[in-house]
């Protein structure tokens, strides 16, 4: 999968920290990405859960996602909710709990068992579920999250796009130019993350494959030049 702890863990440095996310309006998620995230949100407990990234470029591209990610902020569900009303809860339980609530519901079958990362007094969380035939892979952090925020939290440009439980999608504001010229543009500094983003292009998904890459140094020059 795309999404890793150590994404969520360690603070990412964009070339393009300055754009902000726009509204994808003429694209019409499908009916299953809604009916995976609004079954997150309910039986997580929440209702700020949100789709991010390579499934979302996949049906922009008209294509089958691989998996579907979502990211939660564990303290806005109901457990952490429970934990703040007199009853003392450890983070991980929280999320122990979050993921129990998840897995007791007919949808979801637990595929691959809790992952945790802890960096800087900070607890995240990874793990993978099925719903109706299709990967999920569900990442917790206690950091609050929002639409704008997620949509611009991809390595690359074309993983820049996030989806509420509304339909309601962002992206990029270079998104749909990356999508018709073709082009993979990396947005990440450091030696890290954009050795990252270079691998996850490399072993990207058929429907990208005659995509081309732009390194962020590359793209870093081409703003520079916009007036």
Not at 189 to 217: C, N, P, Q, W
Request: aromatic share 10%.
């Amino acid at each position: 999968m795309d999404t890793n702890l150590s994404d969520l863990v360690f603070k990412r440095r964009y070339v393009d920290a300055h754009l902000s996310a726009v509204a994808l309006n003429g694209f019409q998620p499908s009916a299953l990405s809604l009916s995976i995230l609004r079954a997150v949100n309910e039986y997580a407990g929440t209702s700020n859960s949100l789709m991010v990234g390579g499934a979302m470029t996949a049906e922009y591209n008209k294509a089958s996602p691989r998996d579907y990610d979502v990211h939660i902020s564990y303290p806005e569900t109901k457990a952490a909710l429970a934990a703040n009303d007199g009853q003392f809860l450890g983070k991980d339980r929280i999320m122990h709990d979050i993921v129990s609530d998840i897995e007791a519901s007919k949808h979801f079958r637990l595929i691959e068992s809790p992952k945790f990362v802890r960096h800087n007094k900070s607890l995240l969380c990874n793990v993978g579920f099925e719903f109706e035939g299709q990967m999920v892979d569900i990442s917790m952090t206690p950091d609050p999250i929002s639409l704008n925020s997620r949509a611009m939290y991809g390595d690359a440009i074309l993983n820049s796009i996030a989806m509420n439980d509304e339909g309601k999608v962002l992206a990029h504001p270079y998104f749909e130019e990356d999508m018709k010229d073709k082009d993979w543009t990396i947005r990440v500094k450091g030696s890290y993350d954009h050795a990252r983003a270079v691998y996850r292009f490399d072993r990207r998904a058929e429907h990208l494959e005659d995509f081309t890459m732009v390194t962020a140094d590359a793209y870093d020059s081409q703003l520079t030049q916009v007036p």
